[in-house]
């Protein structure tokens, strides 16, 4: 008789636990970075939206209340700081989620979680922190229906996957500031005033301080010119919107100018946002934030970098950190390195510096602002230059790159960061030099605008008003076959060799929105970047321009829109020409988004959610 009771009420305790699948759960805005809750809830990416929808819709109204929360994450901005994100970000403990019975029950309903309880009508749900993979104590739900007694289980806990993002300008979001540049509207009326029968290059907007800003760009982080328009930052938000029970955690350390051996693993001299150096190359920085309950140790490692001009490569030996405690390891690491490391930049100056004069002081002016400089040639052309400043781009992606990258990916091995390389994203750049039908060169016709303010940046002693600044189609031709497409050969070239996903397919769609598509000048001797006409601004008033305009042709900004937009009391003005807009950003966020959503749920375990 007394087993019999026994079993009798083991079946009873039995039947009156429902199963698990009788209980859902999601996490309450997943995306971590953003500390305010409104403010996630806000910037937030639905789960059958786009990245470029999402930012596109939002910028289109044209409204500063709608640009990024820049000002409200987890990012210190205090460069000297010890810790940029505390350890309580890398490793969160719990997060706020929402559960809810699968089908409506009427009554109360009393829940449960660790020392967190509610009771109220079973309809609304409850809302309670769960614990993360890193978190303690019991993970188990519990809701008992009051009128019925039945009680329905569930263990939760949510899973925080962990994003790190490395790399240089492309990555950064380097001419997309978090807010833009405001203008002055009684500056912009002075200065249109003391022009009233004359016309006006670039210079006008060289006195940026007094003339014509009212407030200077903003950035999450200004001395890297770090955006949340940046592809790293944009992807990670679009993969927090996917799985309902996961986290998403990142850490953006890409830095505007930042090479291989400038940036992210030696320390970064000069960034564009002020200061000699940052603080720490990216990798040190990775480990050390990442590292917890333990010491961090100093491996010395050689490599050997190459400079302008120089035929030998110096030693130079850089402490690398080891965690001795807990590291964390990233679920996907993102990068865009490699364009710095061959002269990207001092090769849109070679190619938009002339070359010819027409007589003695005018040799004399190109050769001194050569000197200043440095610009390197994509290929050898004949110009002396190209000897001067060598070795030249193609020459830098065969001799440097590939070594460049094998030290990139031996650290991150031997750092412990990453174990599989294949939780590394390398995305490829995109190319900006065509017109719109997307296999034309951009030539002299449509890039005579597109680098007019860079003589705000010439000496004036040399007459650089008269200067042509125009890029030819040539040099278009040698920008393309002398850097660009090798760079993006051995990109791919060296992500098969370690294992890396190489991100291009959004490539092909950004052909026929280079720098000069679009370009519609009504008369050829009226230039279309702003400036004065009889007193009147033309084409339109500085003041009113919106930096993130969903209309325009090109997807990538000049140097108007450079120092337009993002003047920030720097010197770093120019920075932002031949970058991505925010519109190239959030494509790449995309099609990087899928591939890591596709690796880290390849099994198919989204089926049910």
């Known amino acids: 008789m007394k087993i019999n009771i026994i079993i009798i009420y083991f079946f009873v305790l039995v039947s009156s636990v429902a199963s698990s699948n009788q209980l859902e759960w999601e996490v309450k805005e997943p995306f971590r970075f953003i500390k305010s809750d409104v403010e996630r809830s806000k910037f937030s990416i639905n789960k059958e939206e786009t990245a470029l929808a999402f930012i596109k819709n939002r910028m289109s109204r044209k409204d500063r209340k709608l640009l990024p929360p820049y000002n409200l994450t987890y990012w210190n901005t205090d460069i000297n700081a010890d810790r940029r994100l505390s350890e309580d970000y890398i490793f969160p403990s719990k997060h706020q989620v929402f559960s809810k019975l699968t089908e409506n029950v009427a009554g109360e309903c009393k829940w449960k979680y660790q020392d967190q309880t509610s009771q109220e009508n079973c309809v609304n749900g409850f809302k309670f922190y769960a614990k993360t993979q890193f978190g303690k104590g019991s993970s188990r739900l519990s809701v008992i229906?009051?009128?019925?007694?039945?009680?329905?289980?569930?263990?939760?806990?949510?899973?925080?996957?962990?994003?790190?993002?490395?790399?240089?300008?492309?990555?950064?979001?380097?001419?997309?500031?978090?807010?833009?540049?405001?203008?002055?509207?009684?500056?912009?009326?002075?200065?249109?005033?003391?022009?009233?029968?004359?016309?006006?290059?670039?210079?006008?907007?060289?006195?940026?301080?007094?003339?014509?800003?009212?407030?200077?760009?903003?950035?999450?982080?200004?001395?890297?010119?770090?955006?949340?328009?940046s592809q790293h930052i944009m992807a990670s938000l679009k993969l927090a919107g996917i799985n309902p029970h996961e986290t998403i955690t990142v850490v953006p350390l890409a830095c505007s100018g930042a090479e291989v051996l400038d940036g992210v693993l030696i320390p970064q001299k000069s960034p564009p946002g002020g200061g000699k150096f940052v603080k720490e190359s990216q990798v040190n920085f990775a480990v050390k934030h990442l590292c917890r309950n333990g010491t961090i140790r100093i491996v010395n490692k050689a490599f050997y970098r190459g400079y302008t001009g120089k035929n030998s490569r110096n030693l130079e030996i850089q402490g690398m950190y080891r965690c001795d405690g807990e590291l964390r390891k990233p679920d996907a690491v993102f990068v865009s390195v490699g364009g710095n490391d061959v002269g990207f930049a001092p090769s849109i100056a070679w190619a938009t510096i002339p070359n010819s004069y027409r007589h003695l002081g005018g040799l004399l002016a190109v050769n001194i602002t050569h000197k200043a400089i440095k610009p390197v040639c994509?290929?050898?052309?004949?110009?002396?230059?190209?000897?001067?400043?060598?070795?030249?781009?193609?020459?830098?992606?065969?001799?440097?790159?590939?070594?460049?990258?094998?030290?990139?990916?031996e650290q991150l091995t031997q750092t412990g960061l990453v174990e599989d390389q294949s939780k590394v994203y390398l995305t490829a750049y995109p190319n900006p030099t065509f017109i719109e039908d997307g296999v034309t060169f951009c030539g002299k016709d449509r890039s005579i605008d597109l680098n007019e303010q860079a003589r705000s940046k010439l000496l004036k002693g040399f007459w650089t008003q008269r200067w042509d600044l125009g890029i030819t189609q040539s040099e278009m031709h040698d920008l393309n076959v002398g850097l660009i497409e090798p760079l993006y050969s051995e990109m791919k070239k060296s992500a098969e060799k370690y294992g890396w996903n190489f991100i291009d397919s959004y490539t092909s769609d950004l052909l026929s929105k280079g720098i000069c598509a679009g370009y519609t000048r009504q008369d050829k001797n009226i230039p279309i970047y702003p400036h004065v006409r009889h007193g009147v601004w033309y084409p339109s008033d500085p003041s009113i321009a919106w930096a993130y305009d969903v209309d325009k042709s090109r997807w990538f900004r000049n140097t108007n829109d450079s120092i337009l937009f993002q003047t920030d009391q720097t010197d770093s003005g120019m920075n932002g020409a031949f970058h991505p807009d925010f519109r190239t950003h959030a494509l790449i966020a995309d099609h990087l988004s899928t591939k890591v959503k596709n690796h880290w749920y390849d099994n198919g375990s989204m089926n049910n959610y």
């Open 145 to 229: 229906i009051l009128s019925s007694d039945e009680v329905i289980e569930a263990d939760v806990i949510v899973k925080d996957r962990l994003i790190l993002g490395i790399g240089d300008s492309f990555a950064s979001g380097e001419g997309n500031p978090d807010y833009p540049t405001v203008v002055s509207k009684n500056g912009i009326i002075t200065l249109a005033a003391a022009h009233k029968e004359t016309n006006i290059t670039g210079r006008w907007m060289e006195d940026a301080k007094n003339k014509w800003v009212e407030n200077a760009a903003e950035w999450l982080d200004k001395q890297c010119h770090r955006s949340f328009f």
């Open 378 to 409: 994509p290929k050898y052309t004949g110009q002396s230059i190209c000897s001067k400043n060598k070795p030249v781009g193609k020459d830098r992606i065969k001799y440097w790159l590939p070594e460049y990258y094998q030290w990139f990916s």
